[in-house]
């Protein structure tokens, strides 16, 4: 059965260091996602992507953050500089897309984040 | 876009069933009902998907009253490994709003 994976499974950065992410989505999937869960809190949703451009994006995803699709089979998020609170499970997920419309969304394990 | 609300916590032994139920009570039209399950430091998994009625998967069940204000993920016989959190979620499929918004969920733990 086709998955996402993610890289690294663990990282671990000092505030201020630049991180990137790494997601594989399912291979014909269409839309791709970045959520993230601090430690016992709620799964909490930060981008959309479809088509090479940013589709939705949450008031978490502010300026520190940004996402891109470098070539035909990654999907990465980038924080330009860690701050602590940024330390959380970092999920990546994929949608067909077909037509434009969402469907589904299947997870990525996760990058657990520590900033220290 | 249409708040949910489930139990937070549930306890069931082995081999029973298990039915977690949700509500939604402005639910829109064009909405979906859709369950997830994550076990710890793992991705959430989707499980189940329905509009109306009786849906059923090899996994679970999930039943839908017509008026749809609420919905029920049916376990059948649960084993230690279905211990986990499970994520009744509400979102507008095919709408302009493709994030899914995560509740606290309903936290099973299921005993020998």
């Known amino acids: 059965e086709p998955e996402v994976t993610q890289t690294p499974s663990h990282q671990v950065t000092q505030m201020g260091q630049e991180v990137i992410l790494r997601c594989v989505p399912i291979s014909n999937h269409l839309y791709f996602y970045w959520y993230r869960q601090i430690l016992g809190q709620k799964v909490e949703f930060l981008v959309s992507f479809y088509n090479n451009e940013i589709s939705e994006k949450s008031e978490i995803f502010d300026d520190q953050f940004s996402v891109e699709r470098p070539d035909g089979s990654n999907f990465t998020l980038k924080i330009r500089s860690t701050k602590l609170e940024d330390s959380a499970m970092y999920f990546c997920?994929?949608?067909?897309?077909?037509?434009?419309?969402?469907?589904?969304?299947?997870f990525g394990p996760g990058t657990r984040l520590l900033v220290l | 876009l249409a708040k949910t609300t489930q139990p937070i916590s549930m306890d069931s032994y082995e081999g029973q069933e298990v039915n977690i139920t949700c509500s939604h009570n402005n639910i829109a039209t064009n909405d979906y009902i859709t369950w997830y399950q994550q076990f710890p430091s793992q991705g959430p998994r989707f499980i189940i998907q329905g509009y109306k009625t009786k849906v059923t998967n090899e996994v679970a069940s999930l039943f839908i009253p017509a008026d749809r204000k609420s919905s029920t993920l049916s376990l059948p016989r649960v084993s230690l490994s279905d211990t986990a959190v499970y994520y009744c979620?509400?979102?507008?499929?095919?709408?302009?709003?493709?994030?899914?918004?995560f509740g606290k969920g309903t936290k099973l733990s299921v005993k020998p």
């Open positions: 997920a994929s949608s067909e897309g077909l037509a434009g419309v969402k469907e589904t969304q299947y």
């Open positions: 979620l509400v979102w507008n499929y095919g709408g302009s709003q493709g994030n899914l918004i």
